[in-house]
Every structure is written in C-alpha cells, then in structure tokens.
C-alpha cells in the first residue's frame, strides 16, 4: 500500500485552464474521476445557509437534456455511480465507472456538472429531503450535540453553522439562487478534475477536453479567493448544555486548532489525538472506560481544516458523572502539554495513524480524493505521500509545545436528560 502512494502523478491543464490530476493504475478496471470545485462555506451568503448543499443534491435531478429519471437510466446502464456533496471547505462531483464505459460516463458526468435543469419540482423534492434528514439528524443525540458545540466552538464563523442548512434557512432556497449560485460558482478557474484508474493518460485527457474543456468562465467571473478563509480571530470559550428526553449524558470538550497552514502543530495534534483517544490502549479509553468505568463511549479527533481547525474530546457517561467525567477529559489533554509521551506510546499513536491513513486508500476513488484535496488546498498533490512522513517526525516536545500554544480554556457542551419527576 505505501507504493501507492508514491506511485506517479501526471499534472495538465485543458485548453479552457481547469487543473487536472491522472495517476494511471492497472489493478482493476474502475476509473475513478472527481471533480471538486474550490467552494466552500465562506462563499456562501449569510442569509443562505445550506444553499450550496442543495446546488450540489440537485445535481443529479436532472439536466437540460435529461428528466431526473432519464439521467439515473443513463447511468444504470452503464453501470456507472455519479454522487455530488457538499462540505465545509469544498464541493465535490465523483464519477466510478468501468473502463469500457469511461467515455459515455464523462459525458454524463459533464452534462450533470455544467447543464443542471435545476426545476422548481425537482428542487422542492429535494428540499424536502434535507429538512427530513435535518430533522433525523436532532433526533440522534450525538449529532445533535455535535452541531451545538459547532455553533458554540465557532460562534459566526461559517464553521460553526450546519453545511446543510437549518430548518429555518431551507425553505427560503428557491430556484433562482441555485441557477445564481451555479453560474457564479461552476467555473473553469474552480475546478480540479482528478482521475485514478484503469486509464490511457492521452486518451483521457482527449476525452476531458471534448467535454469539460469547452466550458467557459463569464469573463465577470473569477476564482474563489484564499485570502477568504478567514480564521476564527476570537474565541469565547463556552461552557453550555442542552436538555432531551435521553437516558445518558453526552459531553464533547474542544479547543480550535491551526488550520493547514501550521502543518507542524496539526501533526503534533493529530499524534496527540491518537495518544488520547484512538483504540482501546488510548489514555481516555484506559482511564475513563477501563480504571474509572465512566464511559460508555468516549474518543478524540482532530479536524484539519483549511480555515480554523479544532481538537475535539468526547463522552457518553451516566449523568451523575457528567461533571466528573468531563473534568477528566480536560485534565488528560492539559497533562499533555506539561509531561512527555512515553517513547512506545508514542510509536504506538503513530502507528496506528499510518496504518489508519493507507488503509484509507484502498479504493481509486479514495486516492483521488487524497490528491484532490492536498492540491485544491494548496498543499499539493504530494501531500498525501508525504503526511505519513510528517507523523513520524512528530517528537514528544512537538507535542507539549503544540498542546501548550493551543490548549486554552475549553468550550464543553453537555447534552443532559430531562429532570426526571420524583414518584
């Protein structure tokens, strides 16, 4: 699997100047192609939170050619799956097809990117389907709690708003603003196409400029600018709770972090993350499950981000250890920033995020992605090879010194039960 990783890219552009990446491969005869366009949430209005969620799911609706079922025909037959999503620092189109069938399979995939129909029929289905997922997602505990602490973490930055949309902000989404939001966004200067797979590179990029590289950009319109991206420049820690009929708690316990432009103190992080919370011979799995039985789940993570980033901590605990529980999280993280990692622990953070990386590589499409996004970012395609690298260079004092310079006071949101009536 490491060979994969270090296996040749090939970098052209298409006569219109959309960015390609092709790494030709044999094992099998999937080609993946993904499109992902420098879109993110902060382009998107304040007023219209989720309009660039449903632009995506809308997508595959339908084409000026083709009704939404004629589409998914198309597809069908050539047994090829055609998916559009949207998240916090980027859009993406992803394109899995047989070789045989590349060719008709890219002309749809063009057809769906740059000639959506966008009807107001289609559109309003779609709607639908968001808010009943909006509303699943507040029946499921953890999520729920996940976006209060996002909008507690964040405050107004776009980071601490749902990529979805709320139950509020999507109904007002119409028709026009997707065809707005398209004509403004769908341009040449923001896109990357990266295609891993069972391909012939000339051959494909024939086929890429037949039909991607006729699409031109208004000349009014230009690229997303970086200089957009801006950080969280001040943090209100906060320390807040939500009430539901739910039989345990849940605490999450985080800190924003630097975004991908300090990679030194994300991989410091990330090592740090591992040592606290990934796996069974975790610190917070040990102490808190294991030693102190206060958990009935419990993990961490660090969310690398192209904007402010952030070191999360969470726990399921009974409700009387709640307060106990969620100290004991603080406490473990603060113990990073003051004593070293043990030597095997250490390897044994790094291992685990190695093998945790390549293993996430299996599939073309994941590899496409992984060259996508540390080329869209501006990290490079040759991030990817590069990251495990960065992980094992993390030392003990890299730890303590990142732990130090970006462990403050916390923002800790807690979901409680309901008071429960005395009988």
């Not at 590899?367 to 993390?394: E, K, M, S």
Request: proline share 5%; aromatic share 6%.
């Amino acid at each position: 699997m490491q060979d994969i990783l270090s296996l040749p890219v090939e970098a052209v552009r298409l006569t219109n100047g959309i960015r390609c990446l092709m790494r030709p491969q044999a094992h099998n005869e999937i080609v993946a192609i993904l499109a992902l366009l420098d879109i993110t949430v902060f382009d998107e209005p304040d007023k219209h939170p989720g309009l660039a969620t449903l632009v995506q799911r809308s997508l595959r609706r339908g084409t000026v050619k083709r009704s939404n079922a004629e589409l998914a025909l198309a597809l069908e037959s050539l047994g090829a799956s055609l998916s559009s999503s949207m998240s916090q620092d980027l859009a993406l189109v992803e394109l899995q097809v047989t070789r045989d069938e590349m060719e008709r399979a890219i002309a749809l995939m063009a057809e769906v990117m740059w000639e959506p129909a966008f009807q107001p029929e289609e559109i309003a289905k779609e709607r639908e389907q968001i808010l009943a997922e909006i509303r699943l997602r507040d029946d499921d505990p953890f999520s729920l709690t996940q976006r209060h602490f996002r909008r507690a973490l964040y405050g107004s930055h776009p980071y601490g708003r749902p990529v979805e949309g709320t139950a509020e902000s999507v109904p007002r989404l119409n028709t026009g603003l997707c065809r707005q939001w398209h004509r403004r966004q769908f341009i040449p200067a923001n896109t990357l196409l990266v295609a891993v797979g069972n391909f012939e590179p000339r051959g494909l990029v024939k086929l890429l400029n037949r039909h991607f590289g006729k699409r031109a950009a208004p000349e009014s319109e230009t690229a997303s600018g970086g200089d957009r991206l801006r950080t969280l420049t001040t943090y209100r820690p906060r320390r807040t709770s939500i009430v539901r009929d739910v039989e345990q708690s849940i605490s999450i316990v985080g800190w924003p972090a630097p975004s991908i432009e300090k990679m030194d103190d994300a991989a410091a992080l990330r090592v740090a993350s591992a040592v606290l919370g990934a796996g069974m011979s975790s610190r917070l799995f040990q102490d808190l499950r294991d030693r102190q039985g206060l958990a009935y789940s419990v993990g961490c993570s660090f969310a690398l981000r192209r904007s402010t980033s952030c070191l999360v901590a969470h726990i399921g605990t009974d409700p009387e250890q709640t307060a106990h529980a969620t100290r004991s999280i603080v406490q473990a993280v603060q113990t990073l920033g003051r004593e070293p990692v043990g030597e095997e622990e250490l390897t044994r953070a790094k291992t685990y995020l190695r093998g945790a990386h390549l293993s996430a590589h299996q599939t073309n499409s994941a590899q496409a992605w992984y060259l996508g996004w540390g080329q869209l970012t501006g990290l490079g395609h040759t991030f990817d090879a590069q990251w495990p690298a960065l992980i094992d260079a993390v030392a003990a004092e890299d730890v303590i010194r990142a732990i130090r310079r970006h462990v403050t006071t916390p923002t800790i949101m807690t979901l409680r039960p309901r008071q429960q009536s005395p009988r």
